[in-house]
């Protein structure tokens, strides 16, 4: 399967300031996804990030809060903006495998606290 | 729309004895339907998918997880419960919404293994 670096893997952030997350991945995909995890919760898609083209977001989530990089097929960044302690999640990244029947491979996430 | 729904959001067995997770899901087409076990403090792992071929799906560390579409139903199944098994557990449906491939998370099945 596909091996993904995620990057921090945890980060204690003042609220207001920013943190950026990487994501780098050891084979070229087509699209990466970006899924938050609250406290005690499931896994809810943030964004859908296509290489060479605007992420796309789902309801609830908005461009100037969770901006998107996408420069080539391998790597991607999120970047929580102006944080407040509700943005303290587990921020994951995900990638569709390219063989049939392997599913999605998730990074590690990263785990934020806001103060 | 799709949709996931976990029937139990906890289930305890003892060790050795069946586990079952039980599933139902909500498509408007031929979905792909996941299972992935999170533990504590660690990433999402695959430990199964279904995607139209064999209704009866084996996957990894034993368990098993049967796809039927008259019931909508994608329970997950293991005859011998063991104490690593204590994890959170995710159905997860594939399906496009509006274009792009997106996951769906369950809320999750908290598994805890009595000695």
């Known amino acids: 399967s596909a091996v993904i670096s995620q990057k921090p893997s945890r980060d204690i952030c003042q609220r207001g300031t920013s943190l950026t997350i990487q994501c780098q991945v050891d084979?070229?995909?087509?699209?990466m996804f970006w899924y938050r995890q609250q406290p005690g919760q499931s896994l809810t898609l943030i964004a859908t990030a296509n290489q060479g083209s605007e992420a796309t977001y789902e309801s609830g989530f908005v461009i100037d809060k969770f901006p998107i990089s996408r420069p080539n097929l391998t790597f991607s960044t999120l970047t929580v903006s102006n944080m407040s302690p509700e943005d303290s999640s587990i921020y994951l990244c995900?990638?569709?495998?390219?063989?049939?029947?392997?599913?999605?491979?998730f990074g590690s996430g990263t785990r934020l606290t806001v103060v | 729309a799709q949709s996931v729904t976990q029937l139990d959001s906890h289930v305890s067995v003892s060790e050795g004895t069946p586990v079952l997770l039980r599933c139902n899901y909500s498509?408007?087409?031929?979905?792909?339907l996941f299972w992935y076990v999170q533990h504590p403090n660690k990433g999402l792992q695959l430990l199964l998918k279904y995607t139209s071929a064999a209704t009866l799906v084996k996957g990894i560390n034993g368990f098993e997880a049967e796809f039927k579409k008259s019931e909508t139903s994608f329970h997950l199944t293991k005859p011998s419960a063991h104490m690593s098994d204590a994890a959170e557990y995710f159905c997860v449906v594939s399906g496009r919404d509006f274009g792009n491939e997106k996951l769906t998370f369950g809320t999750g099945t908290r598994l805890t293994i009595i000695p």
């Open positions: 498509s408007s087409y031929s979905p792909s």
């Open positions: 995900s990638v569709e495998e390219a063989r049939a029947n392997y599913g999605y491979t």
């Open positions: 084979s070229q995909v087509t699209m």
